[in-house]
């Protein structure tokens, strides 16, 4: 059912500081900062030959990743983003299974403009997972 790896996030305290290493130390192309204000956090996208990464930095009172960040100060993998050809089917799918779809169940509009919605990490692997319709 799961497509391409679309990206790997990794949320940090600061996208700045996170852009530069990715920038100068590794050598990559890194985008100009997005704060995507609905999601509560600010993005950048590291392009990949084969994938993405994006560096999120938790924006606002009530961003969804403050906590995460506040409990790795330094920065940590914070989910994994598969692409899916139906969204719909695949959450029904994995709803039959007995898998937790997070919050409503609903596919929002993620920072790439396409339908995605979130898995719980203690149905994968630890792992909180994205899928992205493609
Ligand atoms: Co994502």
Redesign the pocket.
Known sequence: MIGRL??V?IAVESVEKASAVYREALGAKVSAPETVVEHGVTVVFVELPNTKI?L?EPYGENSPIAGFVAKNPSGGIH?V?YEVDDILAARDRLKASGARVLGDGEPKI??HGKP?LFLHPKDFCGALV?L?QA
């Open positions: 679309n990206h996030a994006e999120l989910h983003c993620g920072a995605v994205e992205e």
